[in-house]
């Protein structure tokens, strides 16, 4: 029967429970193969064991679905399944729904659930969230926290380095889990923590590194990162230690996930069981809308199915708060807007995001792909605002072109669009946009302003290229102004780790197998660039102390926000009005100048604090402009804020 028919997904489109189910008696195994002609289930000892102490056949069930139930297996048993399929035998596979595997990923692994549990994970509780666009993003890779020494952290590159507390740099700084709190930051977004390919679990080699976008296992933590890797138990048991640690420090956490593409074909345990079905097809071949050899077939009923479940899993068994989605273009939109339906029922605030782009041509049709022109089809899922990031340094792959931070003409416009959350706001002119000449945002908390993230260049690397004969400070000063605009800007901010204290990666563009020299994060920099980091810290504290910085709704911000004209070019200001959101103040007033030279900006009437300078920024107004004017050095940023007659807000 031709699987892409709908007789077939009528005659084998399942709801029931599979994967191995874990029972104080025995363990009931089940795996949905319905073009099967035999299923054979081994049983080993240990990850490396020769042979099976044990192998049976399933029976088939209903819609597709091969069953057993085994007996006295004890607290925790190695497994792997062996599908023949068509008269051909298959190799052994590792089940799709494994919720633990062995080193380097070649067998599941079924436990007593009772026993994954840490000390304290019964009273775990969410951070509270008022609304979405009260978010602050930070994006980590579990080893760059700790992979050198300068972090002062004991395991390092490892999950529970990030549950350490109290930890130093050599210049006696918080790194680490304290650095997180420190910061203000209220999400966590984790780097593929799952089971991928090239990376060895059982040998730390700061040689070899990779980001974890090569989808092994997508129900299994990686066990390179536990604190015991050949035993599969121990890396769910530090995986919930980490967001333990970040919940009892204020900090929701994000999960990076990867359900558009397998690492292998041949090798992967989804066409292990089920011969292509999981996959997108172009005649007799695969398609490759990821760039990486092939994409998943996410509209089909049983593949959108196991990535719902799996969404479902790593939320409730991990305690989630948001879900980050790698190429979200390739997935279809039904599926997104289940996704967002089961994962938000019982928390509204629950964030999904991803990169609203594919990697290449895609069979799936434009008019289903998650891709931000197609934003108002997924109205509760955020997207990557590339327009906001390629406005404010300059295009990503022109590693040369430089955008309104550093220096190049004619992105005001950009700015200006980016300010207002990439939304549809009248005083858009639509015709000086460079590229996108369309709203695509819905809604703030559908926009996720950046500057840097994992890929591509960080900031300051961006900077060396575009403005190599710059001095230090003047790109310094590029840095706060690029940043300021993301943390001013209408949406949800997003930062890469780092960033706050001028991330290097020694110029490498693409650094997802690069050493721990590269990619690890130098805490020393915290010292040496303190006073940025001060500042990109105030600027947090300046954002979530200001609800007119963070409005709820499209509506809210084209009543409350309101451009000012200015004569010269690199110079955008803006009001913020009748305390817009609630906020404390009825007028802010913000402006930026990209110039390398000095402006003069005059206020409205009333009385004014500073919130923002080009040294200073934070919840607390500290100082008055003289003579209803202020000057706004070159590259820099001002923001002010009315306050009731007779208050003083103190002096510089």
Not at 203 to 227: I, V
């Amino acid at each position: 029967m031709d699987f892409l028919s709908d007789d077939f997904d009528r005659q084998f489109r399942y709801d029931g429970p599979l994967g191995a189910e874990w029972h104080p008696q025995s363990i009931i195994f089940r795996l949905w193969a319905p073009l099967a002609d035999q299923v054979t289930l081994h049983l080993y000892e240990a990850w490396d064991s020769a042979v099976p102490f044990t192998s049976r056949a399933l029976e088939r069930k209903e819609r597709g679905v091969w069953e057993t139930a085994v007996p006295d297996l004890g607290s925790g048993v190695f497994y792997t399944y062996q599908v023949t399929t068509l008269g051909i035998r298959g190799e052994e596979a590792v089940d799709p729904y494994a919720k633990a595997v062995g080193p380097q990923g070649r067998r599941g692994y079924v436990f007593d659930p009772s026993q994954a549990q840490p000390e304290g994970w019964d009273q775990d509780t969410r951070p509270l969230l008022a609304h979405l666009t009260d978010t602050v993003i930070y994006e980590l890779h579990i080893r760059d926290l700790s992979s050198l020494p300068s972090s002062g952290v004991q395991a390092r590159g490892r999950f529970l380095g990030l549950t350490e507390e109290f930890t130093q740099s050599p210049e006696g700084l918080s790194t680490g889990l304290d650095h997180l709190a420190e910061l203000g930051v209220t999400h966590v977004h984790l780097l593929p923590v799952f089971d991928f390919d090239e990376l060895d679990d059982l040998h730390y080699d700061p040689e070899q590194y990779n980001w974890g976008y090569n989808p092994r296992n997508f129900n299994a933590p990686k066990n390179a990162y536990s604190s015991d890797p050949q035993n599969p138990l121990q890396a769910v048991i530090d995986l919930k230690k980490v967001v333990l640690a970040l919940h009892r420090r204020g900090l929701r956490v994000v999960l990076d996930v990867v359900y558009n593409h397998t690492y292998s074909i041949d090798d992967s345990p989804l066409n292990k069981v089920f011969p292509r079905y999981y996959y997108r097809l172009y005649g007799a071949h695969f398609s490759n809308g990821s760039g990486c050899g092939n994409e998943l077939a996410t509209e089909r009923p049983m593949v959108s199915r196991y990535i719902l479940d799996s969404l479902a899993y790593w939320k409730s068994e991990y305690h989630l708060d948001g879900f980050r989605f790698d190429l979200m273009g390739l997935y279809d939109v039904e599926t997104m807007n289940e996704a967002s339906r089961i994962l938000r029922r019982d928390d509204t605030n629950f964030l999904l995001y991803g990169e609203g782009w594919t990697g290449g041509l895609s069979t799936l049709p434009d008019d289903r792909k998650a891709i931000k022109r197609n934003a108002g089809k997924v109205r509760e899922v955020g997207f990557f605002s590339d327009d906001t990031r390629d406005a404010l340094k300059g295009p990503v792959f022109d590693a040369s072109k430089a955008g309104f931070a550093n220096g190049s003409p004619g992105w005001d416009e950009n700015v200006r669009y980016a300010i207002a959350g990439c939304l549809g706001h009248p005083q858009i002119r639509w015709q000086n946009l460079n590229g996108y000449h369309e709203p695509w945002s819905q809604g703030p908390h559908q926009t996720i302003n950046y500057i840097a993230a994992h890929d591509n260049h960080t900031l300051w690397d961006k900077l060396a290229r575009t403005n190599p004969l710059d001095p230090e400070g003047e790109r310094i000063k590029m840095a706060k102004l690029a940043h300021g605009i993301v943390f001013l800007s209408q949406g949800i901010p997003f930062l890469h780790a780092g960033e706050e204290f001028l991330r290097t990666k020694k110029g490498e563009e693409n650094s997802y197998r690069s050493p721990d020299a590269i990619n690890g994060l130098d805490w020393s920099a915290k010292a040496r660039y303190r006073d940025f980091y001060e500042y990109i810290r105030g600027l947090i504290a300046l954002r979530r102390s200001r609800p007119a910085l963070r409005l709820r709704s499209s509506d809210q911000i084209r009543q409350h926000l309101v451009f000012l004209e200015t004569l010269d070019p690199g110079v955008v200001a803006w009001m913020l009005r009748s305390w817009a959101g609630g906020d404390p103040s009825e007028q802010l007033f913000l402006a930026v100048n990209a110039q390398p030279r000095a402006r003069e900006v005059y206020l409205p009437s009333g009385s004014w604090a500073f919130l923002a300078d080009a040294h200073r920024a934070g919840a607390e107004p500290f100082g008055e402009p003289s003579h209803g004017m202020v000057i706004l050095p070159g590259r820099s940023l001002v923001v002010l804020a009315t306050q009731p007659s007779g208050l003083n807000a103190g002096s510089h």
